[in-house]
């Protein structure tokens, strides 16, 4: 996978009721970007969400806990065979047998 370049716009925000920290990011189209690396790749469709907040504790609601939730999506413009290979390679050893 080639260097990646990102353009991209960020809010974070905290949130007083429940005391959670939420950042938002997605990417944003720039005028008159300059010219790419010749190595580097710049993602243009890119989005990410993320929140971060106290919780009781599992084992012991007194004391507190951190939960966090967190979303993301790329367009990481590689070929799907070499994905699909990828994948294939990786993951087949864990499917489920199929039926023939």
């Known amino acids: 996978m080639a260097q990646r370049e990102y353009v ?8 007083a009721d429940d005391g959670g920290l939420y950042c938002v990011q997605r990417a944003c189209a720039q005028p ?3 010219p790419a ?3 580097t790749v710049r993602v243009e ?13 599992i084992y012991d609601p007194g004391s507190p806990a951190a939960e966090l939730a967190s979303v993301y999506f ?9 994905v699909n ?4 390679k990786v993951c087949g050893c864990c499917a489920w047998p199929r039926g023939r």
């Open 74 to 82: 790329e367009d990481s413009k590689c070929n799907a065979r070499i």
């Open 85 to 88: 290979l990828a994948v294939k």
């Open 8 to 15: 991209y716009a960020r809010r974070v925000w905290r949130k």
């Open 32 to 34: 008159a970007p300059p």
């Open 45 to 57: 469709d890119f989005a990410g969400g993320l929140v971060v907040r106290c919780v009781p504790g």
């Open 37 to 39: 690396g010749c190595r």
